[in-house]
T-cell receptor
Framework: NAGVTQTPKFQVLKTGQSMTLQCAQD?????MYWYRQDPGMGLRLIYY???????DKGEVPNGYNVSRLNKREFSLRLESAAPSQTSVYFC?????????????FGPGTRLTVT | DQQVKQNSPSLSVQEGRISILNCDYT??????FLWYKKYPAEGPTFLIS?????DKNEDGRFTVFLNKSAKHLSLHIVPSQPGDSAVYFC????????????FGTGTRLQVTL
């Protein structure tokens, strides 16, 4: 049981390049999320998918797109990378229920845009 | 608009003593709260949670207290151990928001010998 896995672990891009961050979970969770962590900012929600077939914007969606490929996989795409997207990206899945549940996080992808 | 606030960026505590980490929130719709622990170069790991129908939840050395009227929660670690040194994030969600989790900015705890 691997939990939440993310690829790649590290990536360096030049401004304007594109890339896709991959995320998969093996816990049969309905909900999946993408967060970014910046110094002094905590974790901020980029996009989420409450269930297979649905996606919604979070707090900081500009410059990103997502695809919920199936129940297991949720990818994040940067179409034209900018230096402001230098960050650590975390994928998460959740067994959320009313007043309960836990969000499980992957190990993160460290992205640098030069 | 920071809906979940952790006003202490860092805290240093001696081994064996109590660590108290604080968190305030502004959104009165939040009804479920969690604490996460994060080591460098790793993802956050779940520590403990509390729902709005309780005012205290305990799990071993970790206790979370919730004061709904003050919109304040705290995490107590007793006794503190060197392995507890990490960044601690407070997070909150509300029923009906498609399970979105909102995080505070984190408090770095250092437990000294």
């Amino acid at each position: 049981n691997a939990g939440v896995t993310q690829t790649p672990k590290f990536q360096v891009l030049k401004t304007g390049q594109s890339m896709t961050l991959q995320c998969a979970q093996d816990m049969n969770h309905n909900s999946m999320y993408w967060y970014r962590q910046d110094p002094g900012m905590g974790l901020r929600l980029i996009y989420y998918s409450a269930s297979e077939g649905t996606t919604d914007k979070g707090e900081v969606p500009n410059g990103y797109n997502v695809s919920r490929l199936n129940k297991r996989e949720f990818s994040l795409r940067l179409e034209s990378a900018a230096p402001s997207q230098t960050s650590v990206y975390f994928c998460a899945s959740s067994d959320y229920r009313v007043l309960g549940g836990t969000w499980y996080f992957g190990p993160g992808t460290r992205l640098t845009v030069t | 608009d920071q809906q979940v606030k952790q006003n202490s960026p860092s805290l240093s505590v001696q081994e064996g003593r109590i660590s108290i980490l604080n968190c305030d929130y502004t959104n009165s719709m939040f009804d479920y709260f969690l604490w996460y622990k994060k080591y460098p170069a790793e993802g956050p790991t779940f520590l403990i949670s509390i729902s709005s129908i309780k005012d205290k939840n305990e799990d071993g050395r970790f206790t979370v207290f919730l004061n709904k009227s003050a919109k304040h929660l705290s995490l107590h670690i007793v006794p503190s151990q060197p392995g507890d040194s990490a960044v601690y994030f407070c997070a909150a969600s509300s029923t009906g928001t498609a399970s979105k989790l909102t995080f505070g900015t984190g408090t770095r705890l250092q437990v000294t010998l």
